[in-house]
């Protein structure tokens, strides 16, 4: 019977099916229909309307009609549904609490191999969630879950006194949206962030307790993933980041508070020793090695008022190349 994955017997089923095309039957009109004597049938009525598939009518004797199928079956469906839910959940915490059980177990067990993609997204979650003091991280596609999802919760960590220190690759800032939708939104309210223009792998790191980085390196490697405790790992996953941390460009400084100028670009005799936050942003993208498209897609400009706002830039600082601008931009402490 197809309607027993939702519960209902045989009976039940038969019962209802014969009832949809009997509408104001009695117990006795439903009995002759299916078979069964009016004591059975009255009490499978019974367990109809408790159900929500049939509706009792008042009198002597008592009639019932079927509920529409597409709402009484489809509210079985659902209720179905939530019970698959919560016993994904369970699962899900069971094999959370194996895992750790193992691992206290086991004490030399310092990397676990995640290949669910809602078990990366969980555990990338839980370490966020979990950190205490900080959390760090290299922020490059591809992405498990959709770029700025887990904003609001990250501002509400970093009012509780959580530092975020994120250095992103110039993939993740030229993701189309993510620079003024996501970044700079966590940047104005507290995010410390930099830019490199390309970072060895994806990461995040919790505390100094524990990390998650992907599986392998190569396409669809991020569909799979080590969770990784203290350990000697760790710790080199702590160096490496400090690392690029020092090496990146910082962001706070070089992107424009909310409600400022970011199209204008300074222009004149190159004799200036202050920049504008428009100018900064510029410096801050073309100095993590971003293209012109890149810009362009984050600014919202056209491809022309990228190039002519770029040579601006390099001809008021004076240069004849990108390098050269970076230079000279350092020396002015524009950067």
Known sequence: MELNVLGLTAETEHAYTALVSLPRSTASELADVCGLSAAA???????????GLATRFAGRPPRFTATAPDVAVTALIQERE??????????????????????????????????????????????TADAR??????????????????????????RTGVVHRVIYDRAAVAWPGRLHDDILPGVHTGEQAR?????????????????????????????????????????????????????AV??????PRPGADVTKVPSGSGHSQQSDPGTKALL????SGLTDAAIARTQGWSPR??????????????????????????????L
């Not at 900080?134 to 509400?156: H, I, M």
């Not at 970072?199 to 307790?209: G, M, Q, T």
């Not at 910082?250 to 992107?255: E, I, S, Y």
């Open 82 to 127: 939530h019970q698959l839910d919560a016993a994904r959940s369970l699962v899900h915490r069971l094999a959370e609490a194996h895992r750790e059980a193992n691992r206290i177990s086991h004490p030399d067990i310092a990397m676990e191999l995640l290949t669910d993609r809602d078990d990366i997204s969980a555990a990338a979650h839980r370490l």
């Open 305 to 334: 008022t990228t190039q002519r706002r770029i040579h601006g830039l390099i001809s008021e600082l004076g240069a004849s190349t990108r390098f050269q601008a970076a230079v000279m931009a350092v020396r002015r402490g524009w």
């Open 195 to 247: 830019f490199r223009a390309e970072l060895p792998l994806k990461l995040v790191i919790s505390d100094n307790r524990s990390a998650i980085i992907p599986f392998s390196l190569t396409p669809g490697g991020h569909s799979a993933a080590y969770l990784i405790h203290r350990s000697p790992i760790l710790s080199a996953l702590e160096a490496l980041f400090e690392a690029e941390w020092a090496r």
């Open 250 to 255: 910082p962001l706070w400084d070089a992107v």
């Open 133 to 158: 003091r900080e959390v760090r991280g290299f922020d490059r596609p591809p992405y498990v879950d959709r770029p700025g999802s887990n904003l609001e919760a990250q501002v509400q960590r970093q």
């Open 41 to 51: 049938a009255g009490r499978l009525l019974s367990q109809l309307v408790k159900d």
């Open 284 to 287: 801050a993208m073309l100095t």
